[in-house]
C-alpha cells in the first residue's frame, strides 16, 4: 500500500518554472515505479512522465521532453517533477501515481494515486 501526496503546485507565468513533489508512505515506496499525470478541465487525464523503482529509466511525453524533468529520492520517499518553460498548454492539475513492478505510462496500470496539484500558467 502507498499513500501519496502531492505539493508545489501554483499560478506561474508562461516561461516560468514550478517543481512538484509527491510524498510517499508506505513500506513499497522503495520498490514502486512512479509517474505523474495530468488532466485538464473536460478532458482525459494523460501521462506526463515515468520513473521505475530505482531510477534508472524515465518515460517522457512528447510535449514535455526538454523541459520537465522526473526525479526520485527513495531515502525521503519523494519524487519530484521539475518543470521548466512553461506553457498556458500545461495548465492542469498534476497527479502522482505509483503501482509495483515495471513502469509504464498507461494511467490503468497505476493502483495508487495522489489527489492532485493544481498547475495553472498565464499567458
Known amino acids: 500500500q502507498v499513500h501519496l501526496v502531492e505539493s508545489g503546485g501554483g499560478l506561474v507565468q508562461a516561461g516560468g518554472s514550478l517543481r512538484l513533489s509527491c510524498a510517499a508512505s508506505?513500506?513499497?515506496?522503495?520498490?514502486?515505479?512512479m509517474a505523474w499525470f495530468r488532466q485538464a478541465p473536460g478532458k482525459e487525464r494523460d501521462f506526463v512522465v515515468a520513473?521505475?523503482?530505482?531510477?534508472?529509466?524515465?518515460y517522457y511525453a512528447d510535449s514535455v521532453k526538454g523541459r520537465f524533468t522526473i526525479s526520485r529520492d527513495n531515502a525521503k520517499t519523494t519524487v519530484y517533477l521539475q518543470m521548466n518553460s512553461l506553457k498556458p498548454e500545461d495548465t492542469a492539475t498534476y497527479y502522482c501515481?505509483?503501482?509495483?513492478?515495471?513502469?509504464?505510462?498507461?494511467?490503468?496500470?497505476?493502483?495508487?494515486w495522489g489527489q492532485g496539484t493544481q498547475v495553472t500558467v498565464s499567458s
Open positions: 508506505g513500506s513499497t515506496f522503495s520498490s514502486a515505479a
Open positions: 520513473i521505475s523503482w530505482r531510477g534508472g529509466s524515465t
Open positions: 501515481a505509483a503501482k509495483s513492478g515495471i513502469t509504464t505510462t498507461n494511467r490503468w496500470d497505476y493502483p495508487y
